[in-house]
């Protein structure tokens, strides 16, 4: 079974920083890309932010040079750096693990709420 972990969600005030880890564990041979997205209440879910395996990433436009997404290949983890922090970007925060072959699998989410 594969399962995805996630830590470091959390209450912060506006203009302050969060780090988001997720590490994939299981019966996997490899990982082709990962990434995190969000959900806020009435909102639809969006891409925040994704890596491949070879280091490239892309980020949604609103959080385009505030976040920054990184990865250990050896630890089949994936970090989102969150800083400057602003009240929109409350939500719940999942992270997402594309093996090679195109399966999916989803961490149980994080919750990320930025107070003023």
């Known amino acids: 079974q594969v399962q995805l972990v996630e830590s470091g969600g959390g209450l912060v005030q506006a203009g302050g920083s969060l780090r988001l880890s997720c590490t994939t564990s299981?019966?996997?041979?490899?990982?082709?890309?990962m990434g995190w997205l969000r959900q806020a209440p009435g909102k639809q879910r969006e891409l925040v932010a994704s890596?491949?395996?070879?280091?490239?990433?892309t980020y949604a436009d609103s959080v385009n040079g505030r976040f920054t997404i990184s990865r250990d290949n050896a630890k089949n983890t994936v970090y989102l750096q969150l800083n400057s922090l602003k009240v929109e970007d409350t939500a719940v925060y999942y992270c997402?693990?594309?093996?090679?072959?195109?399966?999916?699998?989803w961490g149980q989410g994080t919750q990320v709420t930025v107070y003023s």
């Open positions: 299981g019966t996997i041979f490899s990982i082709s890309t």
């Open positions: 890596i491949t395996s070879g280091g490239s990433t």
């Open positions: 997402r693990t594309t093996v090679r072959g195109g399966w999916d699998y």
